[in-house]
């Protein structure tokens, strides 16, 4: 039992039979070791694997286990892996470019020096979209495929999170979503993240890609799973000037409330939208019936500067992230994918004007929303308006040869209204294409709010079984 | 917006002191042209209206 089923537990699960002695850390790090050697070739899940450092920390749970279970640690011998994006001391952390492939990080991110403190074991650092920015062909680490179906995108830019967690090769993973990097991975691969409202978790210590919008995402298989593994990351950080003051509010105990009366607004111009996948469609309109029959009161609503987030956001992101990526640009440097280093030059030859209007974009987008918000406690919408599309699609137009797609992309796109709000936002899976590929629903709160977010999501997903489905593997 | 001929993005990159490979002019023509296309969008909005604030600070009462 313990072997098929450890590697989808959730977290009160294993520290449960750690604490009843059933299984040790070690035994529990080693069976995840062996399914990740076993998986990689198939799902490149993974950069860099840290067998012995995470044996020599499940050794250390397993000593402090011997005594009283210890409350300062939540995460005592549980197995998650992080994004190559953040930084840990030792160990290689590539933020998915060749360019980084010697980076051997002097220090830990913050959000790693908490995990650690928390006991939770490091399995590795997973693969990503080069510099969080753009995927392309020839990934220099491998190409990362989804488990639900491997010939189809796990999403990004947090690609290998989504899949590690989906595929049982992690209990709980740290991604990084700046606009939508990581619940769209974990819709397509049938997980939960949360991008939490901004300045709540610390972005020391994990490589920028864009500043104004960075923040770092907790996934995992349960919402209960997310919310506990952002109660132990969340929280000031005097080495990032965006961090908020505001105390970390119980993230866990805020699960257990219902939702009646709770007032959600469906956003109507996703739910319009002509681009809609009609099985998404009808995954999300299930998922709205079942948050009535919890007693939510929903109903539409419009806002109808939504539909440019994701021009905003890519003008944003890109102008952003090639000013900080300047160095690794000249030819005589550039290990970059062509597709990375092509975006990041012609966002470098964009006029400041774009910039500017596309922060002016910002502020107009979040207004609205922050006025949806004096209506509604909750919006809610499908993540993607797709299902995870093919490997081989997603190639030919990652340096968007033609122009409709440039359009089309950017217009398709549900997650960009949360970080431009600075607003909380979970995807939840809510369902399945006949084809067997994974659907997220979006649920975003007011700033500060991600307790109601959690709490709406965990309810959802306590009323359907979509959570317990996972890959045949 | 007008698109940019590959003459144009050279002539620009060299203005910028951006240096760039004769071989990815075609590429990267496509690609600034695809982002320029981002901005037609958001030029329909009003955007005089709109001041800039930082995302964070405007939210925060810390």
């Not at chain 1, 469609?281 to 539409?300: Q, S």
């Not at chain 1, 030859?349 to 207004?367: D, F, H, T, V």
């Not at chain 1, 209204?417 to 007011?446: D, E, K, Y």
Request: glycine share 8%.
């Amino acid at each position: 039992m313990l072997n098929s089923g450890l590697v989808n537990m959730s977290i009160a699960e294993l520290s449960s039979l750690l604490l009843k002695k059933e299984v040790s850390a070690v035994e529990i790090t080693g069976i995840f070791l062996e399914r990740i050697e076993r998986l990689q070739p198939q799902l490149n899940a993974y950069i860099t694997i840290c067998r012995q450092e995470a044996l020599d920390s499940a050794k250390s749970a397993d000593r402090l286990l011997t005594r009283a279970y210890p409350s300062n640690k939540p995460l005592l011998g549980i197995p998650l892996a992080l994004k190559d994006q953040i930084d840990t001391r030792g160990i290689l952390t590539t933020n998915g470019s060749l360019a980084l492939r010697d980076n051997i990080p002097l220090e830990d991110a913050t959000v790693v020096t908490k995990l650690k403190k928390a006991g939770a074991i490091i399995l590795g650092k997973l693969n990503m979209m080069e510099f969080a920015a753009a995927g392309g062909e020839n990934p220099p680490f491998g190409q990362p495929r989804n488990p639900w179906n491997t010939a189809h995108s796990p999403g990004g830019s947090s690609t290998g999170s989504g899949i590690a967690v989906s595929a049982g090769l992690c209990t709980i993973s740290v991604g990084e979503d700046s606009g939508g990097s990581g619940r769209i991975p974990a819709s397509f691969c049938g997980v939960v993240s949360i991008r939490p409202s901004a300045g709540i978790i610390s972005r020391y210590g994990i490589h920028p890609l864009s500043p104004s919008l960075d923040i770092a995402s907790p996934m995992g298989r349960t919402v209960a799973d997310c919310a506990a593994l952002l109660q132990v990351i969340a929280g000031f950080d005097p080495r990032d000037a965006l961090s908020s003051r505001r105390p970390v509010p119980a993230y866990t105990a805020g699960l257990r409330e219902d939702i009646k009366g709770i007032r959600i607004g469906v956003i109507r111009e996703f739910m319009d939208d002509q681009n809609l996948d009609p099985e998404v469609r009808v995954a999300t309109n299930n998922a709205i019936r079942v948050l009535k029959e919890l007693g939510a009161c929903v109903d539409e609503f419009s806002i109808p500067y939504i539909t440019h987030s994701m021009y905003a956001l890519g003008v944003i992101l890109w102008c952003e992230g090639a000013a900080l990526s300047r160095k690794w640009l000249e030819p005589k440097n550039s290990l970059l994918q062509q597709s990375t280093r092509l975006g990041f030059l012609a966002a470098s030859l964009l006029p400041s004007k774009a910039y500017l209007q596309a922060r002016q974009a910002q502020a107009l987008i979040r207004a609205q929303v922050l006025k949806a918000f004096q209506k509604f406690d909750i919006l809610v919408s499908p993540t993607s308006p797709k299902l995870a599309p093919k490997i081989e699609d997603t190639l030919k137009t990652s340096n968007f040869p033609i122009k409709e797609d440039v359009l089309k992309r950017h217009a398709d796109g549900h997650s960009g209204f949360s970080p431009l709000a600075g607003c909380p936002a979970i995807s939840v899976p809510c369902g399945f294409s006949q084809t067997g590929l994974p659907i997220g629903l979006q649920i975003a709160g007011r700033p500060f709010e991600d307790i109601a977010v959690l709490r709406v999501a965990q309810a959802y997903e306590q009323s359907t079984t979509w959570h317990t489905r996972h890959p045949n593997l | 917006m007008r698109e940019l001929t590959p003459e144009e993005v050279k002539a620009l990159a060299a203005a910028a002191g951006i240096q760039i490979l004769e071989p990815e002019l075609p590429l990267l023509t496509v690609r600034l042209n695809g982002m320029l296309l981002l901005i037609d969008p958001l030029s329909t909005l009003p955007l005089e209206d709109a001041e800039i604030v930082p995302t964070l600070l405007t939210q925060r009462r810390d």
